[in-house]
């Protein structure tokens, strides 16, 4: 059985599947950060060390879609984080906005599932698509009705998330 947005207002009719957390006790969803198996570039985009990450950044460029052990880029850390000017300075350097984790979910998706509305804002002004769906079919515009988070639920919808997208039950 599939379900579908039907009504954004009322948030009625929408359906999200979603495997259960084994990292719930972790602030951040979704994510399950162990510092020691992160390299200094990944690191540095997770706590916001500005510094750092440009530093590392004009050293090798090639580091600006490097990929930590569950594929994760530095901007799908900074994205958890919040730190919006990491993601300015990755996009700068042209990192991959559409980069995918082992889940399939983009920085997009994980900035709107740990309700970061400025990167959020700053992905959609670059172009991140804001279509693409996860393992489980689910896109951002699930994840921000799933947190009942009505502005970037609207601020997708104005970057054309599609409102009709199905996930899988």
Same mark, same amino acid.
């Given at each position: 059985?599939?379900k579908r947005? +039907? @009504?954004f207002?009322? #948030? +009625?009719? #929408?359906?999200i599947? =979603?495997? @259960?957390r084994?990292?719930?006790?972790h602030?951040v969803p979704? &994510?399950? +950060?162990?510092?020691?198996e992160?390299?200094? #570039?990944? !690191?540095?985009?997770? #706590?916001g060390?500005l510094? $750092? ?7 090798? !460029? ?8 569950k594929?994760? $880029? %530095?901007?799908?850390? %900074?994205?958890? /984080?919040? =730190? ?6 990755l *996009? ?6 559409n980069?995918?984790? @082992? @889940?399939s979910? /983009? ?8 309700q970061?509305?400025?990167?959020? $804002?700053v992905l959609?002004?670059y ?9 489980c079919?689910?896109t951002?515009?699930? &994840? ?5 988070? $009505?502005s *970037?639920?609207?601020k ?7 409102i009709?997208? *199905?996930? !899988?039950?």
């Open positions: 059985m599939k947005l +039907v @009504e207002a009322g #948030f +009625v009719g #929408f359906s599947h =979603q495997r @259960e084994r990292d719930h006790e602030p979704g &994510y399950h +950060v162990r510092k020691r992160l390299s200094l #570039f990944h !690191k540095a985009a997770y #706590f060390d510094d $750092t990450a440009e530093v590392l950044l004009l050293h090798n !460029k090639n580091v600006v879609d490097s990929r930590d052990r594929n994760r $880029t %530095a901007l799908h850390l %900074a994205c958890t /984080t919040g =730190q919006s000017a990491v993601v300015s300075l *996009i700068h350097w042209d990192c991959d906005l980069a995918r984790d @082992e @889940e979910k /983009t920085a997009l998706m994980k900035a709107v599932q740990c970061k509305e400025v990167c959020v $804002t959609l002004e172009r991140a698509d804001p279509n693409l769906e996860d393992n079919q689910n951002a515009l699930h &994840y921000a009705v799933l947190a009942g988070d $009505t *970037i639920a609207a997708l919808l104005r970057y054309n998330a599609n009709e997208a *199905i996930d !899988k039950v």
